[in-house]
């Protein structure tokens, strides 16, 4: 079920934390040889003997993939959002690695209602990826126009 | 076959522009189903009569992965790549439709070696993704770090 909140009804500062989602050895290497099929990522015999993380590691997109559906699993825009104009600082902080458990803590940064069209705002939100042992792996700043409640516009 | 190119042999101001890859209805709700399932990427009908865009379009998590497709399938950097610490003003310009073909074309904007490691360096970059009428869809700004040319370092 959706939540029905639109706009209006968030706050800055307000904090999600999604469910958690197992990175398998499978899962890296099928994204990675879709979307990004360097050999540290493929091949791994290459990643444990020549690469320089000891072993595979996901490819970055795979993480940022991850944390988007682990975002949009708890629908907390379901109602109301319309699209995303960007990304920003996007962070490869540590690699993630067959067997991690990452979970995100979505942080609302900053609210801003269209000065052009009343019917929407921004929210500017920061998205943290983390793994069980409470590393950070990946941050991005996003932000996301919201319509906001019918009867406020 | 890779580039057996190093960091050293790049230049600030090169510019590579990548093969195509049509973007297809199937494409764009497989990859949404999986990643990004908000109704105006994955149910034709409502993003025909009730989103804002008059039709499905693709997720931006899509439209960066095939992006990164396009790069890496031309393995400019096969012989010496090694991660990357992030991206910066991601940038959703356009939405991606059914149908669209998108190229990259990607220009290295600088090239400062390490400060503390001597066998690497960074590369920052801008990929332009653009359809087949030359309007940009998506802009990226990525960093990788890249090994020297063993010789040098």
């Known amino acids: ?3 029905d909140r639109y706009f209006d009804d968030f706050r800055a500062g307000e904090r999600f934390e999604s469910a ?3 990175i398998t050895e499978s899962a890296i290497i099928d994204f990675a040889l879709q979307w990004d099929p360097q050999p540290f990522h493929i091949d791994a015999e290459y990643a444990r003997t020549a ?5 595979l590691i996901a490819s970055g997109l795979h993480t940022i ?3 988007h559906r682990l975002w949009f699993a708890d629908r907390i825009f379901g109602a109301c959002a319309i699209a995303s104009p960007g990304f920003d600082e996007v962070r490869f902080v540590r690699p993630v690695r067959p067997g991690d458990t990452l979970r995100v803590v979505t942080e609302l940064l900053e609210l801003r ?3 052009s069209k009343p019917d929407r705002g921004v929210v500017k939100m920061r998205h943290t990826t983390l793994n069980r042992r409470d590393e950070v792996v990946l941050t991005i700043d996003a932000r996301v126009l919201l319509r906001r409640r019918p009867a406020a516009a």
Chains 1, 2 share one sequence.
């Open 20 to 22: 958690g989602l197992t």
């Open 1 to 3: 079920m959706a939540s």
């Open 113 to 115: 209602p269209s000065a």
């Open 65 to 67: 993939s991850a944390t």
């Open 51 to 55: 690469g320089d993380f000891g072993g």
